[in-house]
């Protein structure tokens, strides 16, 4: 994170496998013994002494996984007073994924320009000046209090043209780290001197190279880092390699809305606090796209983006800066397939399988199941057993089933058999849990999960006492039809694929499970077959429409009973306030694009960055969370482009132009985006109708249905070129 100040540069950094402390057994020993009185006090509606059953039996010790902590900071002091500063001007450039502060002062300019070198894997700084000029170079592990004084390192020296830092952030068997610092001057009258553990650059241009590593990755971090500088080489060589490596992943899409009243005059945070403009609009999704590419890339042991990226400031983050997977991780990926961003979504992947591993014994000594399963949260080490003393959200083991869908919804982009043959055994895993988790009704009719719940939320019983526990919450019915499906499929694809599963008995056990309900007031129930009300009717987690998004068993053209129940839902929410974070406000975007209600697309657009966004563009839950610019990224491109229904009676995948835009924002240009079975898509559109050449690549060969704004269609197969008539459609 750079700061751009002119007395004392900050950059905070980050590294992605720098957490508190290593792996922890913290598995509830008693849990199997305990389940299956806690499944009848759930089934009698004895909400007080379930929850104090699951305090006393069914929450691990340490109740907490381990939390992610910045790497350190680095300080340039120049010591500019900044009253006299003048031409100030700081920016990134996200088509290069470039920073760039630049000034006067005192007849002098100032220049310096930061990236982070993905093939390099090193942080970069050029600093530049008219004349010849002297800077103090500091690293160290603080708070980001910068009053604190408290240094979180083991040692610190300076030598040889560099600053070398060794920590451990604590507990046993953390992840030391080693970060460095190297300084260079490329003319003849520049100067590198150590001054204690500081280093002193005299010159008119510098370069300062930055590297860390940690164990999770080598066996020595000092030596590792060391060698990613020696290759680094030159500030022109890195920016080159890094200008080509990003580019080749950004430029693959680009979108384009108009009219665009921004200007480079003007700051970011005076045009959020504008009226709609569609320019920012657009850059809202640039910049996610940035973002997603800067913090999650294929690579040895990668690892997924954090509650907050890896821009995490502090030392006690919000929520541990981990991985919660009851929504937030797999927001953070919502827009790597319509982006076309497959390597950016690979370190999530790896995490599941991990994450299988682990959670085979959490399956086995927690609920005396076969398979894997994992609760709302998991850390660096993929850890699976619950996490907290919350009960709405504590209990909650389908959270490595919802991350289970995303392998299906990879392979519907891409077509990647491979991908799909490597993951099956992950996925077949999540359905043995599955199969084994669910049990009978009081009827004996259908399958129910037990214990249950809506992430987050709080209902009122019957007796106006309150409780989060149930039966087969619509969100486990939903998350479990999608990966019984997903499983289905996955099996007819991949037929000589070792199967422990009977197909058979995964229809048979869909086919028992509870139906969607609608109350008499026209809503899509959360709890399941009971209508209860909700404690806060405007909350946060609308997880009962999971299947309107991200999931597609609820759409107005298949299901439209449903589709107008979840209409009220939201409709209801928002009567109550909801959307009061960051990424449910992006939710919301998400929800009303499916189902075609652009007015409100807009309202929450704006909403979004109105409301939700700080200066910077980085959105505001509040505190900061990156799963908002993610979420509010996919959703943007929803409004333009969707492609999750299917005419099974045909066999066609459909395409939907601009089923939720508003007129209002007149035109655009999207190129590349990416489109399930297969396809890229491009076209311009003006006042709600596209105009011009519509383009669809596929690698597939797939058969589409092509749904244009005004309603009419075209059917194709594979790649696919139609020029519209004058005035659109």
Request: hydrophobic share 35%.
């Amino acid at each position: 994170m750079v700061y751009g100040r002119t007395g004392t540069e900050l950059l905070q950094l980050n590294e992605d496998s720098v957490w508190y402390g290593g792996p922890q057994d913290r598995l509830p020993k008693d849990a199997l013994q305990n389940l299956p009185e806690l499944r009848r006090l759930i089934r009698a509606g004895r909400q007080k002494e379930a929850e104090a059953l699951v305090r006393s039996a069914f929450v691990a010790y340490p109740s907490s996984q381990r939390h992610y902590e910045p790497l350190g900071s680095l300080y340039l002091e120049f010591n500019h007073d900044e009253n006299k500063i003048s031409n100030y001007k700081r920016e990134l450039d996200i088509e290069d994924a470039v920073s760039r502060v630049e000034y006067s002062y005192d007849g002098c300019q100032y220049r310096r320009e930061v990236l982070a070198s993905y093939p390099d894997q090193v942080i970069a700084i050029k600093v530049t000046s008219s004349r010849r000029s002297t800077f103090i170079v500091r690293l160290g592990r603080v708070s980001e209090h910068e009053y604190e004084t408290n240094e979180f390192l083991d040692s610190l020296s300076a030598r040889d043209g560099k600053i070398i830092m060794h920590a451990t952030p604590g507990g046993r068997n953390s992840n030391r780290l080693c970060c460095i610092a190297s300084a260079s001057t490329d003319k003849p009258e520049g100067t590198i001197r150590a001054v204690g553990n500081t280093l002193a650059v005299t010159g008119t241009s510098a370069l300062i190279v930055l590297a860390a590593q940690t164990t999770f990755r080598v066996d020595d971090p000092e030596i590792a880092a060391l060698q990613d500088i020696q290759r680094s080489g030159s500030w022109d060589g890195i920016l080159q390699r890094h200008r080509a490596d990003y580019s080749a992943l950004y430029r693959r899409v680009s979108l384009e809305l108009f009219p665009d009243y921004r200007s480079d005059a003007v700051p970011t945070d005076v045009h959020l606090e504008g009226p709609a403009n569609p320019g920012l609009i657009a850059q809202y999704y640039n910049y996610g796209r940035y973002l997603l590419i800067s913090s999650s890339r294929d690579d040895y042991q990668a690892l997924p983006a954090t509650l907050q990226g890896i821009w995490n400031p502090s030392f006690q983050p919000a929520w541990g800066s981990k991985y919660t997977i009851n929504i937030n991780l797999q927001m953070n990926y919502w827009p790597a397939n319509t982006s076309n961003l497959p390597e950016c979504e690979t370190p999530l992947f790896e995490l599941i399988e991990r994450m299988a591993k682990n959670g085979e014994r959490t399956a086995r000594e927690m609920y005396g199941c076969r398979g894997w399963c994992a609760h709302h949260n998991t850390d660096i080490y993929a850890d699976t057993d619950p996490q907290d003393k919350w009960m709405s959200a504590t209990l909650w083991p389908l959270g490595g089933a919802w991350l289970c869908t995303h392998i299906w919804e990879r392979y519907l982009f891409f077509g990647d058999v491979e991908f799909l043959k490597r993951l099956f055994p992950t996925l077949e895993g999540c359905v043995r849990f599955l199969l084994d988790y669910l049990i009978e009704d009081e009827t004996g009719t259908f399958l129910v999960t037990n214990p249950s719940l809506s992430p987050e939320n709080t209902f009122k019983n019957a007796r106006n006492e309150e409780g989060v526990f149930c039966e087969a919450s619509t969100m486990d019915i939903q998350i479990i039809t999608a990966v019984f499906n997903a499983y289905i499929s996955t099996t007819k694809l991949l037929p000589r694929s070792p199967v422990s599963v009977s197909l058979q008995e995964v229809q048979h056990t869909c086919d028992r499970l509870p139906p969607m309900e609608i109350s008499p007031e026209g809503l899509i129930q959360e709890w399941g077959r009971n209508d209860y009300d909700e404690v806060e009717p405007g909350h946060r987690h609308i997880s009962h429409l999971w299947g309107l998004h991200p999931c597609d068993l609820i759409t107005p053209t298949s299901t439209p009973s449903l589709a107008k129940a979840a209409s009220a839902v939201l409709s209801r929410r928002a009567a109550h306030g909801s959307g009061h974070t960051g990424w449910s406000s992006a939710w919301l975007i998400n929800f009303h694009a499916r189902l075609g209600e652009p007015e409100k697309c807009k309202e929450h657009v704006e909403r979004l960055l109105r409301d939700s966004t700080l200066s910077n563009m980085l959105d505001n839950h509040p505190p900061f969370q990156i799963d908002g610019n993610f979420g509010g990224a996919a959703g943007i491109l929803e409004m333009i482009v969707q492609s999750h229904e299917v005419d099974r009676e045909k066999d066609r995948r459909i395409i939907r132009l601009l089923p939720a835009w508003p007129k209002e924002w007149k035109g655009g240009e999207v190129r590349g985006v990416r489109v399930r079975g297969g396809g890229s898509v491009s076209f311009k559109w003006e006042n709600g109708k596209v105009i011009g050449e519509f383009r669809i690549i596929c690698e597939l060969y797939t058969n589409y249905r092509l749904i244009f704004p005004d309603g009419g269609g075209s059917d194709f197969r594979g790649d696919w070129t139609h020029v519209f008539p004058q005035g659109g459609a």
